[in-house]
C-alpha cells in the first residue's frame, strides 16, 4: 500500500544525492514529487525520467538558492500549487575558523539557513492542514570537525528552527522534524572514500559498522512524511548508524 497516494511534495536539491533518494522515495509511495534543483538540468532530469520508469509522478523546478529572488523563483514555477510535504534538503559546504571568508560565510548562511527559512514562510499559507516539513540537517552539530565549523553552524540553526517552528504551526496539525545524516556515500562524499582507508576509518566509527547509503536517510524522511509519525513533531533523528556514541571494545 502506498503511504503517500494524492500527496504533493517538495524536495529541495533533489536531483542527486541524498536528495534524489528522498525524492524517488516519496514518489514510490505514492506522492507527486517536485523536484528542485539549482543548476544540473541533466542531473534533475534523470531524477524525473527515473521516478516517471517507476509509475510516479514527478516535475522539475529549477531555482539557485542564495541568490536574489531565489524563494520567488521556486515558488513561481509552483504556481499555487498546494503541498502536503516540504523537504528542505538543498546545502552547500563551509570552512574552518581560518579559511572562511565573510562572503563565503554569508553564503553558506544564505544557502542553508535563510533559503529554508523563507522557503517555509512561503509554503506555509499552501500546506494543508496536517502536512508534513522534514528538514535535514547533519551529525556534524554533535561532533566536533573543524574543517566544517561555518557549515556547521547553519545546522545548528536548523535544528533550533525546526524545534520552534513545530511548536508554532501543531495547532494545524502540521508536524516540523529534522533529520540530522553521518558520513553518507554520495557524489558529493566521493572524493572522501576515495582517500585510501577513510571509508574503513569512517565504517568502524559507527556502531553499525558502515557508512550510511542516500536510501538509509530516504527511509527515515519517507516515515516522518507518512501518516506513520503524525504524533512526532520538534524532533531531531539522528540517522548516522550510531556515528561516535563511544568506545568500542
Do not use: C
Amino acid at each position: 500500500m502506498q503511504k503517500l497516494n494524492g500527496k504533493t511534495a517538495l524536495v529541495t536539491g533533489s536531483s542527486r544525492g541524498i536528495g534524489r533518494a528522498v525524492a524517488e522515495r516519496l514518489a514510490a509511495e505514492g506522492a507527486t514529487v517536485i523536484v528542485h534543483y539549482a543548476s544540473n538540468d541533466a542531473a534533475a532530469k534523470e531524477t524525473v525520467e527515473a521516478i516517471r520508469t517507476r509509475g510516479g509522478r514527478a516535475a522539475a523546478v529549477r531555482a539557485e538558492l542564495g541568490t536574489e529572488g531565489d524563494v520567488d523563483a521556486l515558488f513561481g514555477a509552483l504556481d499555487g500549487q498546494g503541498l502536503d510535504i516540504l523537504v528542505n534538503n538543498a546545502a552547500i559546504g563551509g570552512g574552518s575558523i581560518e579559511d572562511t571568508t565573510p562572503e563565503s560565510f554569508d553564503r553558506v548562511f544564505a544557502v542553508n539557513v535563510k533559503a529554508p527559512f523563507f522557503i517555509i514562510q512561503r509554503a506555509l499559507p499552501l500546506m494543508r492542514d496536517g502536512g508534513r516539513i522534514v528538514n535535514i540537517s547533519s551529525a556534524d552539530t554533535r561532533i566536533a570537525l573543524a574543517h566544517e565549523l561555518a557549515y556547521s553552524m547553519t545546522k545548528g540553526a536548523i535544528n533550533v528552527m525546526s524545534r520552534t517552528l513545530a511548536n508554532a504551526v501543531g495547532d494545524r496539525g502540521i508536524t516540523v522534524n529534522t533529520v540530522a545524516p553521518g558520513p553518507t556515500r554520495t557524489d558529493m562524499t566521493a572524493w572522501l572514500f576515495a582517500t585510501q582507508g577513510m571509508e574503513e576509518a569512517t565504517a568502524a566509527g559507527a556502531a553499525l559498522g558502515r557508512v550510511g547509503e542516500p536510501a538509509d536517510i530516504a527511509d527515515v524522511v519517507a516515515f516522518l512524511a507518512s501518516d506513520d509519525a503524525r504524533w512526532i513533531t520538534g524532533n531531531l533523528i539522528d540517522a548516522t548508524g550510531g556515528m561516535f556514541l563511544g568506545p568500542r571494545f
